[in-house]
């Protein structure tokens, strides 16, 4: 089981002679299959959470604790170089626009996370075993069949659905996602939700998930609520 707790986090910055807080003592802990909903009002620091806790951004103070296979690691105590390492092999990043590369097709989109810091040539089975891995991600989000696509050629839903697969790619450990749903419509966004839930399930990683949506908010492990840097539950949200 891999659990992740966020252990009196705290986050500033400089404004002009005086610093802001984004993250003021927060604390949280999510278990493996399970997703933490994060919500509030624009500026409020949930964006900082998720910089913080995939290592794209250092604390002030507190902890981030990653537990899996009996080991555990503070990702705030990383330094740069750990930290990308960490992040290239156990961290799924799910970002709020798809971050494709345009000249790639959908499957070079995944196959080239697993060849990210590698520092000798794949061999030839190496290379079949990604190609099969990136194929098998396609066809569990549902696009199977357009493994030869640019993005130029994908819809929205698609280009979410192909991030979501590449976030899978080296089977992380932990999963953090940005508003999934801001940029599509009803349908879309109720597809990929529930191609989210399927997914955390089946991989068992802890999940961190930024939501202005709160149509999803009852399908949640958990919801929190985010203001001005300071995180509370907030059990309204989900089904008694």
């Known amino acids: 089981m891999t659990t992740l707790t966020v252990d009196n986090l705290t986050l500033t910055y400089p404004d002009g002679g005086e610093r802001i807080t984004a993250l003021d003592s927060v604390n949280l802990r999510v278990d493996g299959g399970r997703i933490a909903a994060i919500t509030g009002p624009s500026g409020s620091g949930k964006s900082s959470l998720l910089a913080v806790t995939s290592t794209l951004l250092c604390p002030d103070s507190g902890r981030v604790l990653l537990e899996t296979d ?28 798809p971050n494709l590369i345009p ?44 493994e030869h696509k640019r993005p130029s050629q994908l819809s929205g839903g698609q280009r979410q659905r192909i991030d ?7 089977d992380p450990a932990l999963l953090v996602i940005d508003e999934p749903t801001s940029a599509l419509d009803t349908e879309r966004g109720i597809a990929v939700m529930d191609l989210i839930l399927r997914i955390v399930r089946d991989h068992a990683a802890p999940t961190l998930l930024v939501t202005h949506d709160r149509a999803h908010l009852q399908r949640m492990d958990a919801v929190y609520r985010m203001v001005d840097g300071k995180l509370t539950a907030d059990t309204t949200e989900l089904v008694a």
């Not at 170089?81 to 799910?94: D, K, N, P, Q, S």
């Not at 995944?110 to 396609?138: F, N």
């Not at 979501?164 to 080296?170: K, V």
Request: proline fraction near 0%; glycine fraction near 8%; avoid cysteine.
């Open 164 to 170: 979501i697969a590449r976030a899978l790619m080296n």
């Open 70 to 97: 009996g080991s555990t690691v503070d990702l705030a105590a990383l330094n740069r170089r750990e930290a990308a390492t960490l992040r290239r092999e156990r961290i799924g990043i799910v970002f709020q626009q």
């Open 103 to 146: 000249a790639l097709t959908a499957a070079e989109q995944l196959e080239v996370m697993a060849h990210l810091g590698g520092r000798r040539t794949a061999t030839h089975r190496r290379r079949r075993e990604i190609h099969s891995r990136a194929r098998d991600l396609l066809d569990a989000v549902g696009l199977s069949g357009h």
